[in-house]
Structures are given as C-alpha cells and as structure tokens.
C-alpha cells in the first residue's frame, strides 16, 4: 500500500478541511446563539462542505491504486492522525456531504423547534463522519465513532416527539455501546498482535498492520469482534433490533437518514477488515452470506406484516444491507466493488425514502398506513420521488443499484452456489412487492374515510428536495461507470471486422501505454503498476463512436490494459483467419511498407511462412513482413 500525500497531489490539505469545517461551523452556531439567520450560516457551511466533497471527486486520480491526498501526524503512541484517500472513500464522502446538506435545507420544511441547535449536531455529525471515512488509525475510528453515535443518539431523541421516544433512544445506545466495546477489543486484539509478532511499538495504522499477518486463532476472534460491532451499526441481520423501534419512535427523518444515508460499517468492513483479516474473512465468508441471504428473505416477509410506514422502511433496510453483505462476501473483486456502489446506491434510496417519510408525516401527522392514501394527487412530486428512491433500493434497469446488484449476485453464485443466491436474489423480489405496496397503500390508494386532515401541496423547497434526489438517483443510474464503458467497448471490438481501424488503436495505445508506466513508476516502485482489471462481459456492446471515445478517455491503466489486450486479441484472431488463405509458395500482392494505413504502391512475391505475421519474398530479392490483412491474391497476368 502506497501513499501520495497532499502537498504531492494538492496545494492544500484538503481531507484536514473537509474534517474541521464542520465541526467549527458548529461551534461556531452555538457560539452566536438561537437566532433563525443563524441557522442559514449552518446551510452555508454544509453548502461549503459539498462544494469540498466534489472538489476531492474531481481531483482523485482513478488512474493509480495509490491513497491519495494522505495527511499524517503522531500525536500521543500509537494514537496518530493519519488519514487518505482511495476511490471508495470519495463516494462516500460526497454522498454523505450531500445528504447532510440536505438535512440542513429539510428543517426548513418540518419547522422544528431548536433548529439552530439541530443544524449546529448535525454538522458535528458531518465531521466526524468524515473524519471515520478518512482515518488509517483504528484507534481513532473506535473513538470518533463513540462520539458519533453519542450525537446521533441525541438526535434520536431530542427531536422526536413520540412519547416513546426514551425507549427509542435507550434501545439505540444499549446496542451501539456493545456493538462500540466489541469493535474495541478486537481493533486491541490488533495492536497486540503487531506488537507481540514485532516486538515494535504498539501501532493501530491500518498501513503498519497490514505488514504483519495476523496468526489464525487470532484473526478468528478479532474479526468476529470487529464484524459484530461494525455488523451492528450497518445493520444487518440478526444484529438490527434496535433499528425498527427506532425508527418508529425516534425522529422520523434526520436520524434515521443519518444512520443510513453513508453505511460507515460496511466501509469499516471494506477499509480495515478484508485487508487486516483475509484469512478470516475467507474462513467465515459461508457463513456469513448464508445469514444474509436469510437476512433479505427473513426483513422482507416481515416487512409486509407491519402497519407503520417508518417500521416498514426499517426493515428494508435489513434486508437490503444483507444484499450488500452477499456481495461484499462473495470475495470477488469486482462483487466487491458492485457491492460498495450497492451501499452507496442504497444511502441515496434510503435517505430519499426517509425524507419523503418525513414530508407525510409532516401533513398527516401519522405514518399509520391505514391512516395514509390519497396522497399522489395532493404531493405527486413527494410521491413520485418515494417511488424512484424504491425503484433504486431493489435496483431496477436506469439506477445505480442495478448493475451493483448484478455484479454482486453473480459473482455470489460461482462462489457460493445457487441456493444462498438465489434465496437472496428472491428476497429482492419481494422486497420488490413490499415496496410498491407500501407506494400504493401511501399515496394511491383512497384516502381513508373520516381523515379530515386537509393535505398541503408541496412547497417550493420540498420540489427543490425531492429534485435533487430524483436527479442524482437516475443521474448515477445512467451514468455509467468506466468499468461498464470499457466492457462495452470490449464488447463492441469482440465483434469488430475493420482490421485498419484495430491496428490504428493499437498504434495510438502503445504510446499513451508507456506514457502512463512512466508517470506510474514516478509515484513509486514496480508495485504501483496496477494488475489488469477483472471485468465480466457486458450485456450489450457499444456503439463505434462510444466504443473510440472510451479508448481515447480511459486513464486508468488497469482498464487501459484490458482494453488494448482485447484489441489486440481481435486483431490476432482476425489475422490468424486471413493468413488461412496464403499457404506457402502462392503468389500475392502485398504494399511495399507493411503497415496500416495501406500505401497505394505494391510488390509481388511468394509466401515462405504464414501465421499472425505473414513473410513474403519478393520478386526483388528482399522480404516483406507484415500483417495477413495487407496481403492480396496476384491476379493471373
């Protein structure tokens, strides 16, 4: 592992601002007190936070496997500030910037009481948020996550006006706090071990850690450790049961989608456990899939029993976090990344749901579903971004979640066989029907008889809510990743016959190939020239001019290699079969420089051997070699 620390990469440390500006921001609201103004400079400084969220997505080089814009720092022994980071941490960083900026802009329309106060938590949130998604020290991830959960929990039940809130509240805190001691004990686990293998300095760097393998018995214990309490803020199966109490009762919308909007478990799971603990992971992976097969299956049946939107919408989310954990766990690196676009994909559905929840409930003063119906011809925009963000979570065709949830399914059955996958894969169908139930049941059906509340229209900052939502759902859906543009135009070449064209590409990538060895090999040693990506075949091939603009745009090197191998295969492939037609000792034509594009001035010769590269002696004496595909039968005088 490799690191390219920001003075290399940046003119400023942008991982320390993205950090410390929102926990100042929220000092500074509490400084100046509960005036309503103050509250729009808290919205400023999330504003502030996503414009940093998306300046990182823009500068991070997907071309390197190196972590980037890393920051480092000992403080006191082993607790050191070290932070970076790769292409998972920005994903998640900008998601969670983006909801939480929309949290800010959400207490505008609930008109909550102490919103000064509320804005100030969740910013703090925000930032040690960031700081969780950042850190290489698991010291500090153990600690941050403490004081992230101790706000979130306040949230729970300041804001909530359920009398059942304290139950709500309780319930949360009695699972976090076992779930923390746990992730606690096996991040020391950790430290011993390096220390003891070593004789080192006691060291929680993720970096540090991962040069010593861990011994079996105890990689065994530390990741039941470290999975139980990062399992337990995820949540997944059969870790979740403070999840629907909290939900029902707690805030309807702003804790909640905090909890969910960025799954930090799964990224702790991602981050710390699979590069720490491979053997373990390996070892325990069975058993884990098959409880979250179990998991979707199990969340989704019960979802269809209750009679509480909020209750529902919890237990959605069990069962489509055990999705990710199918794919996650099926150890495959491309399952792997469709699991992690599944998490991230989820957080937008998630929270999207959440909000629009939140919005009826607002009117209704209910999420009671016999109380609800009715609701599509009053809120359309409300309820049509409910419908989207469901159409998300089960990955349908046009959002993120379905080429993730594709990737992780299939790589889950060449690993584990058909009865987990499958069993996971009809989880997500019912899901499905227990979604488009509860859309129907909410918003189209009657409105109950005697409901004499009178249903507002959406405002003006409610359309702007639900419209950045439903933009960057179906905008990630669409926008295809560079893997899926450069499996396509695989696809495409697979099927090629314009052999000019193939061995033009492959004259412009051997440059560009060896530009981009040399810039890599400047960052570091031979280890940081990547392996080629691992890529399945797409389901439909692009088009000719798609298929050039992805040669010419692909920057990342490990794609760059799959796509010129598979160029250069077709071009093998292709003159293999026109060197069938020139045995040895017939007559051809052939240009006088053997080359693309071919010359207009030829030569006549004989054949002397045949195969990928074609050898003909002409009739002056001297040998020509090149490419079958230049080659012309001579026509008889």
């Known amino acids: ?84 980071a790769d292409g998972v941490t920005v994903l998640f960083v900008l998601v969670g910037a983006l909801i939480v900026f929309l949290l800010t802009l959400y207490s505008l329309v609930r008109a909550l009481t102490d919103e000064v106060r509320l804005i100030a938590v969740l910013l703090a949130v925000e930032g040690l948020m960031m700081s969780l998604l950042c850190t290489f020290n698991l010291l500090w991830f153990v600690l941050v996550s403490g004081l992230e959960l101790v706000l979130v929990g306040y949230l729970v039940g300041h804001w909530s006006g359920a009398p059942q809130k304290d139950l709500a509240q309780a319930r949360f805190y009695q699972f976090q706090s076992v779930g923390l001691a746990m992730l606690l004990a096996g991040v020391l686990i950790l430290g011993w071990s390096h220390h003891d293998l070593t004789g080192a300095a006691w060291t929680f760097d993720l970096l540090d850690l991962a040069g010593q393998p861990v011994p079996m018995e105890l990689g065994a214990v530390s990741f039941f450790l470290l999975f139980y309490g990062l399992g337990v803020r995820t949540p997944i199966f059969p870790l979740h049961g403070w999840l629907p109490t909290v939900a029902q ?294 088009t000719r001019d798609e298929a050039l603009t992805t040669v010419h745009a692909t920057n990342d090197f490990a794609l760059f290699q799959v796509l010129a191998r598979a160029v250069g295969q077709r071009i093998e492939t292709l003159e293999i079969a026109a060197s069938a037609e020139f045995p040895a000792g017939i007559r051809v034509v052939v240009p006088s420089k053997p080359g693309y594009p071919r010359s207009g001035a030829t030569i006549a010769g004989t054949v002397e051997d045949t195969g990928t590269q074609l050898r003909v002696l002409l009739d002056n004496g001297e040998t020509w070699e090149g490419p079958p595909s230049l080659a012309r039968l001579e026509r008889p005088a």
């Open 1 to 84: 592992m490799t690191e390219l620390y920001w003075n290399q990469h940046a003119g400023w440390p942008l991982l320390a601002i993205l950090q410390w500006l929102p926990l100042l921001g929220a000092a500074l609201l509490l400084r100046l007190g509960m005036q309503p103004r103050v509250a729009w400079l808290g919205r400023g400084v999330a504003a502030l936070e996503l414009i940093l969220a998306i300046v990182l997505y823009r500068q991070f080089d997907a071309g390197t496997a190196t972590y980037q814009f890393a920051e480092r720092l000992d403080l006191i022994g082993p607790f050191s500030y070290h932070v970076g």
């Open 249 to 542: 009762y707690g805030n309807v919308a702003i804790a909640p989608t905090l909890l969910l909007s960025v799954k930090v478990g799964i990224y702790g799971l991602a981050r710390f456990v699979f590069p720490l603990l491979p053997e373990a992971v390996e070892a325990w992976s069975p058993y884990v899939v098959g409880f979250a097969a179990a998991g979707v299956f199990y969340a989704a049946l019960l979802a269809f029993q209750q009679t509480n939107l909020r209750r529902l919408m919890a237990f959605a989310v069990v069962s489509h976090t055990s999705l990710v954990i199918v794919g996650l766990f099926a150890l495959d690196h491309v399952a792997l990344q469709g699991a992690l676009l599944l998490s991230v994909n989820f957080g937008l559905a998630a929270s999207a749901m959440m909000l629009m929840t939140g919005l009826v409930y607002r009117r209704i003063r209910s999420t009671r579903m016999d109380r609800l119906g009715g609701l599509f011809d009053r809120i359309p925009v409300i309820g049509l971004t409910f419908f989207v963000a469901g159409l998300a979570i089960v990955g349908m065709p046009g959002t993120p979640g379905f080429d993730a949830a594709h990737l992780g399914l299939e790589a889950a059955i060449h690993q584990f066989g058909a009865l987990p996958t499958v069993g996971a894969a009809l989880g997500n169908v019912v899901a499905a029907g227990f979604l488009l139930w509860a859309f129907q049941r909410a918003f189209l059906a009657p409105a109950p008889i005697g409901r004499n509340v009178a249903v507002e229209r959406a405002t003006g900052m409610e359309w702007f809510i639900a419209g950045v939502l439903i933009l960057v759902m179906l905008a990630a859906g669409f926008h295809m990743t560079p893997r899926e543009q450069v499996a396509r135009a695989i696809a495409y070449f697979e099927g090629c016959d314009d052999i000019a064209l193939l061995h033009q590409l492959i004259a412009e990538m051997a440059p560009r190939a060896r530009k981009m060895v040399g810039q890599l090999l400047a960052r570091g040693d031979e280890d940081a020239i990547p392996a080629p990506a691992e890529l399945r075949a797409a389901r439909d091939a692009a």
